[in-house]
């Protein structure tokens, strides 16, 4: 089946054709590591990492990069380094500020169950390919510098405004900066800017002691690993307008290829009382916040329970629904345990080949719905039905086939997965698993003891394993354990 995708360029859903068979290069825009991720991040990296499994699903071997904003990002009010601001107010070095931020945000995008990307470049690691590009495109007669900052003339790009479509005159009503007096035309933008005496992040280069404009990290980062023609970028729909724009304008003059990206996919965001979730409207709710709350599971349930374009509204009763739901999904898969418990080794019958088929259906109906720009709602629809299915046959037949019930239960455990749902369960198994081996494993060796004579160490095993609930048992067939 072919996948759709909405390109935010064409503003239409596109059939999805990456431009290297079989290989996908995707860049998300990643956080600006200031402060502790809130549920609004959660909601962004949630639908990219869905969006990235699902096109593991189909086949595709996925390079995904995603950075992380180090230096360079400004607030939006008072025109300072978000960064710097903060780790001045903390009296702590701005590379402490955000080795501490950027670490726990791994860790708690790590308990929300989003993989992690293929690589997280730091703006920082990149000023040398920042300069030389800032070079080339003062030397392309696409920038200026004065006064040594180097803005970018956005005159000189003809399609400048082609992804947000944001008209020429509207470009600045949205602005709450001053214009900088140094700006041949207030649409251009800074590529680099000059560092005050004190300031505490600055750089060398060629114009004066200074740092990057956020636009060109980005810029530089995706060209730098997926080269300058690559299949999917995305980010939060704010960020379409300056951020992406910008973005396509520094590597198109750069490189001179079109289109720099393929597909543009942005997400909807995640409000809270209708306002979007950010830091700098203190409408925030973290995720360490969130976690200590509601399941992680169930937060993922809860964001996925809404297209990835559309805007969420926080509620606590939706969290408290999502877990009631989850625990439904969750039934489903004890009572399949169970019943592989109780099941018989033999052909499906004609009523479970009936069942198998409704449930054959249901997935390929998920199958459909993610293939149509990643619905996840639709896709979740058919989980649960499938999850009522399952229910329904299972209180109505006492024995089911073996065979049945593992292909039930393995299809049912993989849509789930895909969603980054069922952790829990291989957590479970993982652990499970690797007690076993180990009991096995010392047994084992208590064994091969006592074949040596070694009867001291051996019965201090034995005694060892009693106290931790384990029970072995010297057999003709050899040493064999159960649980207490
Ligand atoms: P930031 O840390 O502000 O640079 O944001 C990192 C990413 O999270 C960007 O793609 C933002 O657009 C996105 N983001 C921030 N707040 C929200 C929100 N409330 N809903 C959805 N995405 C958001
Ligand atoms: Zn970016």
Redesign the pocket.
Known sequence: MVLRVFNTMSGKLEEFKPLREKHVGIY??????YDWA????A???IAFDVIVRWLEFKGFSVFYVQNV?DVG?LTEDTAEDKIVKRAREERIEPMQLVEFYMREYFRDLDSLGVKRPDISPRATGHLIEMIEAIQSLIEKGYAYEVNGNVFFDVSKFEDYGKLSKVKSEAMLAGSRFEVHPDKRNPKDFALWKRADKDALLKWGSPWSHGFPGWHIECAIMGLKYLGPQFDIHG?????KFPHHENEIAQCEALTGKKPFVKYWLH?????INGE????SLGNYITVREALKKYDAEAIRLFVLSTHYRSEIDFTDKKLRGAETSLGRLYNTLDGLEEAMERSVEREPARVEKTFEKRIEKLRAEFVEAMDEDFNTPRALAALFDSSREINRFLGEQKQVSTELLKGVYDGFLELGRILGLFQKERAKKVSEKLVNDLVNLLVELRENLRRKGDFELSDEIRAKLRESGVVVEDTSEGSKWKLA
Not at 28 to 33: D, F, I, K, L, W
Not at 38 to 41: D, K, N, P, R, T
Not at 276 to 279: G, H
Request: glycine fraction near 14%; proline fraction near 3%; charge should be positive.
């Open positions: 998300v825009c990643g956080p600006t590591v809130h549920l609004g991040h909601r962004t990296y904003t990002h980010g939060a729909r704010d960020l997400t909807g965001f995640l409000t979007k979730m950010a830091k």
